[in-house]
């Protein structure tokens, strides 16, 4: 499976951008998904993740309440919405799934077997 993940750029402070994270090689529908990032000289931290069926999502504490993430399995492809973004923000984005599938929200990053390539998000103050 191939992760392509798009829509990084540049955004001001309070603003939004929406990242899609398009997969090919086989269905996301029957698969968990998440959302990762890093930032310059950080460690890769778990961002959000939703469970195979939809139905169960899980944020990391610094953006619940302004980043959703969503599926859309008819066009196999996985969102993060990024509103009211902050510099700190400011990372490369990776998406990921695993090999088996009916998985729940997993935060682990060792959780997932198949990582896209990134895509940079550039919070402004």
């Known amino acids: 499976v191939q992760l392509q993940a798009s829509g990084g750029g540049l955004v001001q402070a309070g603003g939004s951008l929406t990242l899609s994270c398009a997969a090919s090689?086989?269905?996301?529908?029957?698969?968990?998904m998440a959302w990762f990032r890093q930032a310059p000289g950080k460690e890769r931290e778990f961002v959000a993740a939703?469970?195979?069926?939809?139905?169960?999502?899980r944020y990391t504490d610094s953006v619940k309440g302004r980043f959703t993430i969503s599926r859309d399995n008819a066009k196999n492809t996985v969102y993060l919405q990024t509103n009211n973004p902050k510099p700190e923000d400011t990372a490369v984005y990776f998406c990921?799934?695993?090999?088996?599938?009916?998985?729940?929200?997993?935060?682990?990053?060792?959780?997932?077997?198949?990582w896209g390539q990134g895509t940079l998000v550039t919070v402004s103050s």
């Open positions: 990921a799934t695993r090999r088996s599938p009916f998985g729940s929200t997993y935060i682990a990053a060792q959780e997932y077997d198949y």
């Open positions: 090689g086989r269905t996301i529908s029957t698969y968990a």
């Open positions: 939703i469970s195979w069926g939809g139905g169960s999502t």
